[in-house]
T-cell receptor
């Protein structure tokens, strides 16, 4: 799986958009970008994933650059409950038998 | 959506005892289950991968005789920490992969916080 690089921490004001970057310059053509988050003392929660096109769901939007070497997770209106560690993971979809490997992620702190 | 139930959520026990943690996939069949461990202020570290009906594959540095994994059915995996000591205190998280591929590569339980006195 390709390596990812994320800033260790970010701050965001409540109600504003939170933009979390992720670099994955060695990504392969068949690797997807997955985002999970972990709220304190809970298991990781799936947010969104994508291959080439931008994606949006009820939780967030994922913007992937045209060269696919980086992406940005956008929480359009951050709330205090969005305070968590956000993990960007790159891997082949439906890769049987292999686990998601977590890096250090970005700690997002949302404040009022 | 797919739910992974982990039990107990918290356990405190004396040094030397063995502790069993259960992980169940509630509304799907899991061909593969994964166990992670997380120390304070650190990321999740993969401990082992188990497939239903076969022996688990352990990551380097994880003692298979200390962390016994049983994956007897497509909906249940157990992790037993044998003769636990204070250094085994950690947050243990299980994860399951659906037999039918979907959006998410893995579904996670809410973790078990183990404290050894």
């Amino acid at each position: 799986d390709a390596k990812t690089t994320q800033p260790p921490s970010m701050d965001c004001a409540e109600g504003r958009a939170a933009n979390l970057p992720c670099n994955h310059s060695t990504i392969s053509g068949n690797e997807y970008v997955y985002w999970y988050r972990q709220i304190h003392s809970q298991g990781p929660q799936y947010i969104i994933h994508g291959l080439k096109n931008n994606e949006t769901n009820e939780m967030a939007s994922l913007i992937i650059t045209e060269d696919r070497k980086s992406s940005t997770l956008i929480l359009p209106h951050a709330t205090l409950r969005d305070t968590a560690v956000y993990y960007c993971i790159v891997r082949v979809a439906n890769q049987a038998g292999t686990a998601l490997i977590f890096g250090k992620g970005t700690t997002l702190s949302v404040s009022s | 959506g797919a739910v992974v139930s982990q039990h107990p959520s918290r356990v405190i026990c004396k040094s030397g005892t063995s502790v069993k943690i259960e992980c169940r996939s509630l509304d799907f069949q899991a061909t593969t289950m994964f166990w992670y461990r997380q120390f304070p202020k650190q990321s999740l570290m993969l401990m082992a991968t188990s497939n239903e009906g076969s022996k688990a594959t352990y990551e380097q540095g994880v003692e298979k005789d200390k962390f016994l994994i049983n994956h007897a059915s497509l909906t249940l995996s157990t992790l037993t920490v044998t003769s636990a000591h204070p250094e085994d205190s950690s947050f243990y998280i299980c994860s399951a992969r659906d037999k039918i591929p979907g959006r998410q590569p893995q579904h996670f339980g809410d973790g078990t916080r183990l404290s050894i006195l």
